[in-house]
Nanobody, 124 residues
Framework: QVRLVESGGGLVQAGGSLRLSCAAS????????MGWFRQAPGKQREFVAA????????NYADSVKGRFAISRDNAKNTVYLQMNSLKAEDTAVYYC?????????????????WGQGTQVTVST
């Protein structure tokens, strides 16, 4: 049974930083690209970042480029999202997802497995 468990969300002031983690189990982690998505109230889920299974390629939404960084530790079966210079518009539930591909998909329907999400709230 595949499980993705996010952690690290919380309340932070604008301009601050948070680091999200997503621990995976039940799959061969280094066979999967990993992605982060987010969903704000009343909005559709949107792509944030993705990283290839070999850690050699990353993909970011324009809205987070230069502020967020995705990384992974295949030895720990964990993917991270370092979020800096946070803005109020970054407030959302953040989800990690897994897809068995060498690419870095940006569309939610391409992903096979999803975590339950972690809330990030940025106050002004």
């Amino acid at each position: 049974q595949v499980r993705l468990v996010e952690s690290g969300g919380g309340l932070v002031q604008a301009g601050g930083s948070l680091r999200l983690s997503c621990a995976a189990s039940g799959l061969t982690f280094n066979n999967y690209a990993m992605g982060w998505f987010r969903q704000a109230p009343g909005k559709q889920r949107e792509f944030v970042a993705a990283i290839s299974r070999s850690d050699s390629s990353t993909n970011y939404a324009d809205s987070v480029k230069g502020r967020f960084a995705i990384s992974r530790d295949n030895a720990k079966n964990t993917v991270y999202l370092q979020m800096n210079s946070l803005k109020a518009e970054d407030t959302a539930v953040y989800y990690c997802a897994a897809k068995g591909t060498p690419l870095t998909p940006s569309r939610s329907y391409e992903y096979n497995y999803w975590g339950q999400g972690t809330q990030v709230t940025v106050s002004t």
